[in-house]
Nanobody
Framework: QVQLVESGGGLVQPGGSLRLSCAVS????????MGWYRQTPEKQREMVAI??????????DYADFVKGRFTASRDNVLITVSLDMNSRKPEDTAVYYC???????????????WGQGTQVTVSS
């Protein structure tokens, strides 16, 4: 089982900044897309950002509601993915989940794995 360890959640004032990080803590064979989702009690889990690898270049896709405010990045050597959240709004309050597609062996299928979730609250 692939373990993902998230860090960086907490309370931030509107307009403030916060950085979330996620690390793969178990040995894997290869990694695919890495990204972030969020969920509130009122909504289903929704995509925030996905960072894909195109050759040797990382490319991030964002949900419309975070474009221009959030920046996702990944380190393909350390196998980590981060989310820099700027210009935070109260509606960004949610539990944020890290998601990673990985193969555990050379013959294993690419599977989706989730972090435990970290609470982010935007409030004055």
């Amino acid at each position: 089982q692939v373990q993902l360890v998230e860090s960086g959640g907490g309370l931030v004032q509107p307009g403030g900044s916060l950085r979330l990080s996620c690390a793969v803590s178990t040995k894997i064979y290869s990694v695919g897309d890495m990204g972030w989702y969020r969920q509130t009690p009122e909504k289903q889990r929704e995509m925030v950002a996905i960072v894909r690898v195109d050759g040797s270049t990382n490319h991030a896709d964002y949900a419309d509601f975070v474009k221009g405010r959030f920046t996702a990045s990944r380190d393909n050597v350390l196998i980590t993915v981060s989310l820099d959240m700027n210009s935070r709004k109260p509606e960004d309050t949610a539990v944020y989940y890290c998601n990673v597609y990985a193969r555990t062996t050379s013959v294993a299928e690419l599977q989706s794995y989730w972090g435990q979730g970290t609470q982010v609250t935007v409030s004055s």
